[in-house]
């Protein structure tokens, strides 16, 4: 009995941590609607600076005030981040913050080693809280019984702030609806800046709080924020009780999961996580969100098929694309290949996400099982490659069609979790359930059969699909699905109102854009004759939602060219320097505040400024807009 | 006493929410090509109907019937499949697609084409969107993104897509709400005479009493979830109680532009 | 400093490739592929020491009198961009031979590229037993003693020990699983009368470590097997510490003593933990002294691990080199094929059979010594010693 009490002390411990990361996400999110990727890396760079900090300090008052000190400090880079980046990008498209934090994460994670160095580091204990105390004969450390009674004092803290101060109930009110803060004529400005400071200290005092227990490196920040998404999402977005009990919920999971399911821990966590989102898809303690994503008036450009000339142009750069192998080395032609396969992949997650208004987080999955799938008929039913090609594809449909039938009950954010959860859990099964997947070693000799093994002939494979691929979907886009889809996308209620079913419509929607992903992924076996896990991971996933953004969520191409530019930018950048991620980093940084539409959406407006530039007023009774087809 | 079902039959009606009686025991019946406003002062259970009526609430009890079929327990898009057309109180359309599109939609969907990939959805009924646009007065804004045009061309437009599936039956919710008073006059112009030349019903509800009064064929009242009267606009506007609930509201003549959006 | 030496690294990688391009066309160029940005307190200390013996190499007239050039590519930790990275080493730059990586999935990523492009392949540190058996070819061959040979070093210290309740800890991926998977099978056969009462799967990069010495706490084993490594390894043992889950407990532990995961631990190191390791300081051999004076003189810093696997890597591929007298590939796996060398562990072997090197690995215990961690009573264990017979190795190898 002894035993079971002190492993839910143990999991409450874990849980204080965790819920202040949680919180500090929860409130930004609930006050300014951005999902801080960055969350992780303010959470890692608490733990660096109080790292130093309680090096350089001596004694307790060193140790505490350090800790202090350090969430104070990334607070304040916090509130420079927020001054100098967000406010410039709050009117972007949904999630186009979402590319702003990541590119912050990714330089964070290469600052940190420039500026500590590559070793792990290991700070000390904290003073007074360094030995255990003995329950019934068994060993509780005392710092985790003081983590136990930290995380309920903070969640009281935060009540009384929310409660009992003005800038709390305005913090509350803006919560609930935003366009009222505004309207009671509040410095909306300031009101985001001191919450997302507020969020980030929270944050950093989290990491800060890890040092007696943990290792200080780089990637401690991702190792958290997937944990903290998961958190806050079973709570309920914006609900701070909701990020404590979810927060107690995970650790008790883990701390009691590896007694009955030692090797699926970390499954366990996303299963239940996609198992309240099912039956309550707003969280625990999260309220139903009023359909705030429909953002009318944002002049988006009526969508268009291409006129005639731009036809012309389109083959024009296919034809010049084909040419390549003429003048260009085998390795130039195989990161072509690469950069096509990419293409589709950004394609198929750009019509799920622009087309259909579904912005997945685990798209990956699907490009994953569909190199499995490759993988599985190519090595162990030893098909043909052009068989593997057409099959393995179905993998991916298969699952998108099985995940994509819950997914679709939901919409916006908690879509784009429960995605996730179902992307972590595909991949924990590829990385964990080695006899079958070969786990973390993959799966090894998928190469093409001889008619396209050479880098020439497999470049005008990959770009041959990839372009038919773009085609269809881009036909499908202005078919009479691709209206529907819209439709459903700009208001579900009208959509209903006109006979649509639209969660059938999302859910086909789904499986193609899963299936097209398949078709990427089964190339892409072939490309690097082997399959991994990380072929499902959320950093390819991200890297998709990456290039769909850069491209241009509002645009009908911008899946294309974001492709081109992040995926030929990558892997140049990873091969000219170990600094990839900051240079990188940087760039997306850079776009998302000079081209807040994207890539292709700046273009668009350039073009349209110039189109405008004739006598204005012409236009709107002129002949239409479209050439007939 | 003729065979024929209505085109809309309501019997009994009732819906409480957590023992508030939001309708009771609510009947009436609408013809082919009248039009039926509802009416009451707030809380009046107006919404409450109407959401019944078009499938977004589930009565506890009573029964709707569209000539003759039941339509009770049917979500919206199957109501809408039955030949009943609605506009929102708050317009609902598809902001980043043209006012074409928007029609377009509802045509294609009303062809059963939604799941078909390949065809070319800007050619299809591209002529019949243009005939139900110029209808509504449209015609010149076909190619302009629905996001930008005025409150009183989207109430237009919303009219244009309810008419997409040749409805035997219009649900307005508070089609004038939000508009400037010409406009108003001008809108309910036009759905009458839609209405007059179709033959169909139209239910609608409002608050502004001089539109009511103008347009509507017949009237039924609300009031505290119970209909309280039931008449031609010369009936219901000298029938007492009627005055009493509006007169306590100050609303009934000149009082019904000041209310407005609210509901 | 550190960041001063890490701009310093970043720009001679930068150099390198830059060099690269307008190395002679007498020069001979070697591809090396490595997760710098993902694994740089392994990698930095590893790029040292290759750096080192490039230097020496040139220095001392370079390979067969020409100049050896260096390539170097960050994979960012994943196998697809280490596919990139070898094919444009190998399709760009021209390189004779690719060299490096630590992770066992990239090893063995590049390691198929290899095959598939027929190109000769260095494997420098990844473990994984699938790089020169199930999944070996002939263009791969591999320096750094396997997770198989780790294991038996340790199995036959643990074999002496009095314990036979035996718990394990372990990541939850293929290096984990099949670590101890290793161990529990050879130590079974020298020691039939072994319990396996428990074991942990923490996911890698993620212990919850709390929960799982307090579950290896109440299953009360004798004795603990940790495969842990790294910041896990670093919860592992401060939990482990405080809860006591170490008091009169024996603990073996893969890699533990190697400097990348020692030094972290301070004053927080177990005392006795059997380990496989590096203790540099306290080496006293005629070639390691040469190393270390060497490796302190340009660097002002210690060696860790990766500094002697990046050292030997470049050493025995410019040995192969220069016996080969060309770079043909097939000239160079005839070469590779039984090669002898000195490494500063003594003279290495590349097997015939398995195209594994007899670089062996030190095995002592764990102690503190001035808040620092230490091995101490380490002997070094011979690699060539802890390799199955070559009938076994026969049947774990796929034919070429």
Known sequence: MAFYVVQFLTGLASAASLFLVASGLSIIFGVTRIVNFAHGAFYMIGAYIAFTLTERFSGAFGFWGGVVMAALAVALIGVLVEMVLLRRIYHAPELFQLLGTFGLTLMVEDLVVLIWGP??????????????????????????????????????????????????????????????????????????????????????????????????????????????????????????????????LVSELNAFGILIFPKISIILVFLVMAAVLIVRPWGLFGKPEAAARKTPGLSVNPWRPLTSNERLASLAALVIAALLPLFAGNYALTVGSEIAIFV????????????????????AAYFGLGAYGVAFLAKMAGLPMIVCLLLGPLLGCMGAAVFGFFAVQLSGVYF?????????????????????????????????????????????????????????????????????????????????????????????????????????????????????????????????????????????????????????????LVSQTDLSKLVLGGFIVLIVVVFPKGIVGMLEMLAQRRRKSPPPGSSLLAKPIESAE | MSLAPPLLAVEGLTKSYGGIHAVRGVSFSLRSGEILALIGPNGAGKSTCFDMLNGQNRPDSGHVRLLGEETTGKKPREIWRMGVGRTFQITATFATMTVRENVQVALISHRKQLFDL?????????????????LVGMGGYADRPCGELAYG??????????????????????????????????????????????????????????VVFEHADRIIVLNRGTLIAEGSPAEVRGNPQVQAIYLGEGLLYEGGHREGASA | MRARSYFVGAAFALLAAGMGHSALAEDIKIGEINSYSLLPSFTEPYRKGWQLAVEEINAAGGINGKKLVVVSKDDGGKPADAQTAANELVSSEGVAMLTGTFLSNIGLAVSDFANQKKVFFLAAEPLTDAVTWAKGNKYTFRLRPSNYMQAAMLVEAASKLPAKRWATIAPNYEYGQSAVAVFKKLMSEKRPDIQWVDEQWPPQGKIDAGPVVQAVAQANPEAIL??????????????????????????????????????????????????????????????????????????????????????????????????????????????????????????????????????????GKTAQKDGKGVMVDASYKKGSDYLPSDAEVEKLRPKD
């Not at chain 1, 992949?345 to 685990?362: C, D, K, N, P, R």
């Not at chain 2, 299809?124 to 005939?131: I, L, N």
């Open chain 1, 119 to 248: 070793d792990d580091l290991v700070g000390r204990r904290a003073p007074g809280f360094k030995g255990a105390v003995d329950f019934f004969g068994q060993n509780i450390p005392s710092y985790d019984l003081f983590l136990i009674v930290l995380g309920p004092v903070v969640l009281g803290i935060l009540w009384l702030l929310f409660q009992r101060t003005r800038w709390g109930v305005l913090v509350r009110a803006a919560t609930q609806d935003r366009d009222m803060v505004a309207a009671l004529g509040v410095n909306q400005k300031w009101l985001f800046t001191s919450v997302f400071a507020v969020g980030v200290f929270l944050a950093a005092l989290g990491g800060a709080l890890q040092i007696p227990r943990d290792a200080v490196h780089h990637a401690m920040d991702l190792r958290i924020i997937v944990e903290v998404f998961v958190v806050v999402v079973i709570g309920g977005l914006g609900s701070i009780v909701g990020a404590f009990v979810a927060a107690v």
């Open chain 1, 344 to 363: 589709i992949f950004a394609v198929s997650l750009h019509f799920l996400m622009s087309v259909g208004g579904l912005a997945s987080f685990g798209h």
């Open chain 1, 416 to 572: 784009a979790m429960l995605t996730l959860a179902f992307a972590q859990i595909v991949w924990s099964i590829a990385f964990q359930w080695v006899s079958v997947t070969g786990g973390d070693n993959g799966i090894l000799g998928v190469w093409p059969a001889s008619w396209a093994a050479s880098p020439s002939h497999f470049y005008w494979l990959a770009l041959g699909v990839a372009a038919l691929v773009t085609i269809a979907l881009r036909i499908a886009v202005f078919s009479p699905f691709g209206y529907a889809l819209r439709a459903t996308r700009d208001s579900l209620l009208r959509s209903e109102a006109v006979g649509i079913n639209a969660k059938r419509i999302q859910w086909t929607a789904f499986v193609i854009a899963g299936t097209t992903a398949g078709i990427g992924g089964a190339l892409f076996a072939y490309l690097k004759g082997s399959v991994f896990p990380d072929n499902l991971g959320i950093s390819l996933s991200v890297d998709a939602l990456v290039m769909v953004l850069l491209g241009g969520v509002e645009t009908v191409s911008g899946g294309v060219i974001g492709a081109i530019v992040y995926k030929a930018l990558n892997i140049w």
């Open chain 2, 118 to 134: 390949w065809g070319s959805a800007p050619n299809v009924d591209r002529s019949e969107a243009g005939r139900l646009l110029e």
């Open chain 2, 153 to 210: 061309d989207l109430k237009r437009l919303e009219l244009a897509v309810a008419l997409a599936n040749d409805p035997k039956l219009l649900l307005m919710d508070e089609p004038t709400a939000g508009m400037a008073p010409r406009e108003r006059v001008e809108l309910m112009r036009l759905t009458a005479q839609i209405a007059n030349e179709k033959s169909i019903g139209v239910l609608f509800t409002e608050h502004d009493m001089d």
């Open chain 3, 226 to 363: 940790n495969v842990t490594f790294g910041p896990d390894l670093v919860k592992l043992v401060r939990e482990g510490n405080t809860r006591g889950l170490f008091k009169g407990r024996e603990v073996v532990s893969f890699l533990t003593g190697e400097p990348e995961y020692l030094d972290p631990l301070k004053d927080e190191t177990p005392e006795g933990w059997i380990v496989t390791g590096y203790p540099w300081y306290s080496i006293k051999t005629p070639e390691h002294d040469a190393f270390l004076k060497a490796y302190q003189a340009k660097y002002n810093d210690y060696p860790r691990l990766g500094s002697i696997v990046g050292y030997q890597t470049i050493k025995a591929a410019a040995a192969i080199l220069a016996k080969a007298g060309s770079t043909d590939t097939d000239k160079l796996i005839a070469a590779a094929e039984g090669i002898s060398m000195p490494s500063p562990f003594g003279e290495i072997t590349f097997r015939k059979i398995d195209h594994q090197s007899t670089l062996g690995a030190f095995v």
